[in-house]
């Protein structure tokens, strides 16, 4: 009760203003300023968030193995150390309860920065066509210009889909086995097809779950309207 009452000054005040100018209220901007200010209101230095900056961290890092000395290896340790990072960090927040708004954000920017980042460096190294990671990135930008519209109509971002989940999952394993059969060793020619399917049924999933996210925030907006 005190947060909607907090809400409505707010909310009041910034329709004083705007009416002091001469212009009506905006609710579409009253809502993104609303999770902004839910975003900072959370607790930022928990561990949980510390892991995930942990992470973000070993992006330029991974990136750096893979296109300056070429270290495969160091850049699958980094890769590795990324995920189990990435499974900790959610079962800290459950277990210490310290979930917050500024968490949920920097968990999947993280997955994206590592998609882009080895998509970037397959590109460079021709591991991959360019067209396959442009269509794969694309994706990613189309939905994250979506978000602040979602905000504007006064709706939350669409639930991870379980399409979603598997493509990402297919990906995680795609490139660790893609950087390792880079490498010269018994076994690779074996390995090398399992990296080759992971990676087309990843992305191939990737941006089907991407058409059903567009189709719900397009569906979303249309009933705003009506």
């Known amino acids: 009760m005190v947060q909607d009452a907090e ?67 160091l850049a699958l340790l980094v890769l590795v150390v990324s995920g189990i990072t990435d499974w900790l960090d959610g079962k800290l927040a459950r277990w210490l309860n310290q979930y917050s708004r500024i968490g949920e954000l920097l968990d999947p920017a993280a997955d994206r920065l590592y998609i882009v980042a080895t998509l970037a460096a397959f590109v460079l190294r021709d591991v991959i066509p360019w067209w396959a990671a442009v269509a794969l990135v694309g994706r990613d930008i189309v939905l994250t210009l979506c978000l602040p519209v979602l905000r504007w109509h006064g709706y939350e ?23 390792l059969v880079q490498e010269d060793f018994i076994g690779a020619d074996v390995v090398r097809p399992i990296a080759y399917a ?3 049924w990843g992305g191939a999933l ?20 009506t």
């Open 7 to 73: 809400r409505t000054t707010d909310n009041t005040t910034s329709g004083a203003t705007d009416a002091s100018n001469g212009e009506l209220p905006d609710p579409g901007m009253d809502r993104i300023r609303e999770v902004a200010r839910g975003v900072w209101a959370d607790p930022l230095w928990t561990l949980p968030n510390l892991l995930s900056v942990v992470r973000l961290a070993g992006v330029p890092l991974f990136l750096w193995l893979l296109l300056g000395p070429q270290s495969d290896l």
């Open 157 to 179: 971002p669409p639930d991870v889909h379980y399409l979603g989940k598997a493509a990402t999952f297919c990906l995680m394993y795609a490139f660790p086995l893609l950087l």
């Open 206 to 225: 990737y941006l089907w779950a991407g058409i059903l996210y567009l189709g719900q925030v397009i569906a979303a907006v249309r009933q705003a309207r």
């Open 198 to 200: 992971f990676t087309c």
